[in-house]
């Protein structure tokens, strides 16, 4: 599978990456208060 355009994957890899970074600190932060609140 040839790409035209690599930039184009490499922007959308950021935002996978963003993606699961965000999400993963989502999780983080719901355990964390559970924690702190029991």
């Known amino acids: 599978m040839v790409s035209q355009n690599p930039n184009r994957q490499k922007v959308e890899l950021n935002r996978t990456s963003l993606f699961w970074g ?15 609140f029991n």
Not at 22 to 36: E, G, H
């Open 22 to 36: 965000l999400l993963l600190i989502f999780v983080l932060a719901i355990l964390f208060s559970s924690y702190i």
